[in-house]
């Protein structure tokens, strides 16, 4: 058995991060130089929205750019890592026949916005799982139970969304988040840190500050699949605590077996 690798759920917000120096990059960044090296990044992000669940096995994982109107520096942004094919057969056989082989996808950028400032020499191989549009918040916490044992066999577990993400409230001028996203943000978080992970999973159960978080839920379900993926031994750690333009939540967790100070 190899070390216990970590598993996060980075809030990775606006593209521009990806090319940005700020306090979410900088802080991506310091991770990537204090986190035992993985072999492998598996990433479950926001953006590969699929009905049933899609695991990636090409050698060259093509890169996505799925956003729109931002300036021609961002669509420049190369991150040329290797997929795992090995990787997507032990992901095969932990999900059993809940999965699919699709490489119609690649690397987008709810993955390399963040792994750039991670790891920007991609030299660590790198394949994406969807989020499944037609399961459940439960299902996508089990999802999460099922890869954990990858975490000792050098895998690294990165979800990628934001606890809340409503771009159609979204106010460029608003620094913080409104009130709403703030309490939504602060329920998951103290709930997290209680391990009342079932009151996550039922999210609702924050009242009515949960309607505006996020009309469809593809940005939030990341962070599910990463609390299955955790374990009791693990030392949680929180980071990027903050919401931004009114209606995004950049906070991020991270279990790793060792304590980390971001």
Not at 1 to 6: D, Q, S, V
Not at 11 to 23: F, K
Not at 69 to 96: D, I, M, N, Q, W
Not at 227 to 252: H, K, P, Q, W, Y
Request: negative net charge.
């Amino acid at each position: 058995m190899k070390e216990r690798m970590p598993a996060l759920f980075v809030g990775h917000g606006s593209p521009m991060n990806a090319i940005e120096e700020n306090s979410y990059s900088r802080t991506w960044s310091k991770l990537g130089k204090e986190l035992k090296r993985p072999e492998v990044i598996l990433v479950i992000s926001a953006h590969w929205y699929t009905n049933g669940l899609r695991i990636s096995n090409t050698t060259l994982p093509k890169m996505v750019y799925d956003m729109y109107g931002f300036p021609e520096a961002l669509y420049r942004v190369k991150y040329a890592a290797k997929g795992s094919p090995e990787t997507a057969c032990l992901v095969e056989g932990l999900t059993g026949s809940g999965v699919r082989i699709d490489n119609s996808w690649g690397i987008d950028h709810g993955a390399w916005s963040v792994l750039c400032n991670m790891y920007p020499d991609a030299d660590i191989p790198v394949l994406q799982l969807s989020v499944d549009a037609s399961s459940d918040a439960y299902s996508q916490y089990m999802v999460g139970k099922q890869l954990a044992p990858l975490r000792d066999q050098g895998v690294m577990i990165l979800g990628s969304g934001n606890v809340v993400h409503n771009l159609a409230r979204l106010d460029w001028d608003q620094e913080s988040g409104f009130p709403w996203a703030l309490d939504f943000d602060q329920y998951i978080k103290s709930k997290i840190i209680s391990g009342e992970y079932d009151a996550v999973i039922d999210y609702k159960k924050a009242g009515d500050c949960s309607k505006d978080s996020f009309t469809t839920p593809e940005h939030f379900y990341p962070l599910l699949t990463i609390l299955g993926a955790s374990g009791f031994e693990d030392r949680l750690a929180i980071f990027n605590e903050s919401c931004v333009m009114g209606s995004l939540s950049m906070t991020s967790y991270l279990w790793n077996f060792e304590k980390i100070i971001i």
